[in-house]
């Protein structure tokens, strides 16, 4: 089995700063990209930022110069650094992951997403 699962998620006031993680543990030969979502109230889904396993990043416009996406390879764990953090940044936030394991094959695989709350 293949898991992702993400942390870090918080209450903070505007301006503020978090660093969620998203880790990915079980039977893993390698995972590809790694993305970040988030669910607001009265919204769909939207993609925050991508990191490939090269370490290509992609970002949202929202979020570009505030936002920063990294990934540990040896960890299977990605990171999204969150600065100047706004009111409009609050929602769950949750990553997916191209996962390959030695017993599955490839899979999509979701973590079940941290609360962001960020008042003003």
């Known amino acids: 089995q293949v898991y992702l699962k993400e942390s870090g998620g918080a209450s903070v006031p505007a301006g503020g700063s978090l660093r969620l993680s998203c880790a990915a543990s079980?039977?893993?030969?390698?995972?590809?990209?790694m993305t970040w979502f988030r669910q607001t109230s009265g919204k769909q889904r939207e993609l925050v930022a991508a990191?490939?396993?090269?370490?290509?990043?992609t970002y949202a416009d929202p979020v570009k110069g505030r936002f920063t996406i990294l990934r540990d390879n040896a960890k299977n764990t990605a990171y999204l650094q969150m600065n100047n953090l706004k009111v409009e940044d609050t929602g769950v936030y949750l990553c997916?992951?191209?996962?390959?394991?030695?017993?599955?094959?490839?899979?999509?695989?979701w973590g079940q997403g941290t609360q962001v709350t960020v008042s003003s």
């Open positions: 990191i490939t396993s090269a370490a290509t990043t």
């Open positions: 079980g039977s893993i030969s390698e995972v590809l990209t």
């Open positions: 997916n992951a191209d996962i390959l394991s030695p017993a599955t094959g490839w899979a999509l695989k």
